[in-house]
Nanobody, 126 residues
Framework: QLQLVESGGGLVQPGGSLRLSCAAS????????IGWFRQAPGKDREGVSC????????NYTDSVKGRFTISRDNTKNTVYLQMNSLKPEDTAVYYC???????????????????WGQGTQVTVSS
């Protein structure tokens, strides 16, 4: 079992930055891949980025490449999503999700992850 708590969302102007955090806890909190997803009103939940257990494998959706950076600090059981050059179209509820896995892999598919956080709102507006 894993429990996930997101934080760091808020209101930011276009071009601004935010850093989201996903704190994990649970009995198997040492070996898990993390995915960040977002869901805007009226749209499907989409994969934004993911990172493997050791952090050596990452992936990004095309719309955030070069602007967002995913990282993890396994000493703190926390994964971060640094979001720079934010655009109004980045506005959404952002969720982190986890899967317990030892292989060096992650996924951008919602169905791959059994554990989900409650989400944090990100609003990009002037």
């Amino acid at each position: 079992q894993l429990q996930l708590v997101e934080s760091g969302g808020g209101l930011v102007q276009p071009g601004g930055s935010l850093r989201l955090s996903c704190a994990a806890s649970g009995s198997n909190a040492d070996y898990y891949a993390i995915g960040w997803f977002r869901q805007a009103p009226g749209k499907d939940r989409e994969g934004v980025s993911c990172i493997s257990t050791s952090g050596d494998r990452t992936n990004y959706t095309d719309s955030v490449k070069g602007r967002f950076t995913i990282s993890r600090d396994n000493t703190k059981n926390t994964v971060y999503l640094q979001m720079n050059s934010l655009k109004p179209e980045d506005t959404a509820v952002y969720y982190c999700a986890a899967r317990i896995v030892v292989q060096r892999m992650c996924s951008m598919s919602t169905s791959w992850y059994p554990y989900w956080g409650q989400g944090t709102q990100v609003t990009v507006s002037s």
